[in-house]
Structures are given as structure tokens and as C-alpha cells.
């Protein structure tokens, strides 16, 4: 129905979560419809984060840098250090403005049914981290879902015995909900209601 290439274009959208058959032939007719410079500025913008985004050194959050501007910012709270399961947590939470401590970002959460296990999400990059810097408390702000209370599980014990305060976000985040679609208002009041990890 459609010319090879276009068609081309439209699978590729596709590929994209949450973009559908509808979506993706707007999304194509969109570039069709656009000016050369427009979807060179656009193809240029796709390369550059395939090739200058990679994971801070420190935290791995996302950076063009060796390091990242929130480990790098030395006017940031030392003494706490916030875990969360990716770098979209991170910018959730520095959207909110009322978080001013370090980050940790792991590669995802503890799942045995999937076969993730601790060694897998960079748990060994976390600890040792921890025991190297003079952190105070251990913010655990993972997603409220069976891997999300695992892995908060696993890094309490880790962590049992090391002269620190481990807390997590408070309730009022929907069981399995993920981070990035809860409300700035309910992010914001899970972290100041945080509690200990019994």
C-alpha cells in the first residue's frame, strides 16, 4: 500500500514502545511533510545519543561526560545517596527540586523469575561505593512491585551492620505502577515520608 520506504519508516516508529500502527504513519507522514534541514537536525540529534550518551563512571546515570553534572556538583548533600532502578528515576526527581543528595542509578531491579540476579543490576558497584564514600543514609526509590521490594530486601541486608540509615519511598505509589508515570505530587510526598526498611 505504501512505497518501500515509507513503509520502512513507519515499521520503524512501530519499534518504539507505546507507538502503534496509527501513531507511526503520523509520526512518518510527519517527516514526509517536513523540511530536508528539519529531519537532518532530527537524524543528527538520534546519532548523538547513540554516540555521546553513556553511563557516569560514579552513579551511571546518563552523561556525555566522563562524569555527570549531579556527582560532579560539589554543592550537592554527601551524605545521602538515593538508589534508583533507572536514569528516568533520576530526572523524575530532580524535576521535583526537593531532592538535593547524590544518585545511584542500578541496571534495573533483582528479578529470579527472569533471570536477573544481584550481580546483574551492578549491586557489587553500589556496595562498594557506599563503603568508599561517608554516606549517612541510603534512600531506596525503586518502584513498588515484587522486584522493586526484592531488591529494596537485598540491599537492606547488604548493607545490615554499616553505620547507616536505609529508608524508601512511602506508600501511596501504586503496587507495580512504574516511576515515570506517577504524579510529581505523589514522587514528592513518598520521598518526604520516607521510611526505615524494617
Do not use: W
Not at 537524524?43 to 550518551?53: L, P, Q, T
Not at 529494596?152 to 545490615?160: G, H, Q, V
Amino acid at each position: 500500500m505504501y512505497p518501500e520506504s515509507l513503509r520502512n519508516l513507519i515499521e520503524g516508529f512501530k519499534s518504539f514502545p507505546g507507538i502503534g500502527e496509527k501513531t507511526a504513519e503520523r509520526l512518518a507522514f510527519s517527516v514526509l511533510d517536513a523540511d530536508t534541514e528539519k529531519v537532518g537536525a532530527f537524524i543528527d540529534s538520534m546519532k548523538d545519543v547513540k554516540e555521546k550518551i553513556h553511563p557516569c563512571k560514579i552513579c551511571n546515570h546518563l552523561t556525555e561526560n566522563e562524569i555527570c553534572e549531579i556527582c560532579s556538583n560539589k554543592l550537592r548533600d554527601q551524605s545521602t545517596l538515593c538508589v534508583v532502578e533507572d536514569p528516568r528515576s533520576v530526572i523524575l526527581f530532580e524535576r521535583l527540586g526537593s531532592y538535593n543528595g547524590m544518585y545511584h542509578v542500578l541496571n534495573g531491579l533483582i528479578s529470579p523469575m527472569e533471570g536477573i540476579n544481584p550481580e546483574d543490576i551492578g549491586i557489587d558497584k553500589l556496595l562498594s561505593r557506599i563503603k568508599e564514600n561517608n554516606f549517612k543514609e541510603i534512600i531506596l526509590a525503586v518502584k513498588p512491585s515484587i522486584e522493586g521490594e526484592t531488591t529494596a530486601l537485598y540491599i537492606k541486608k547488604i548493607l545490615d551492620g554499616l553505620p547507616l540509615r536505609v529508608s524508601k519511598i512511602a506508600s501511596g505509589i501504586p503496587i507495580g505502577a512504574d516511576m515515570e508515570y506517577i504524579d510529581s505530587m505523589t514522587l514528592e510526598r513518598a520521598l518526604l515520608d520516607r521510611k526505615n526498611i524494617e
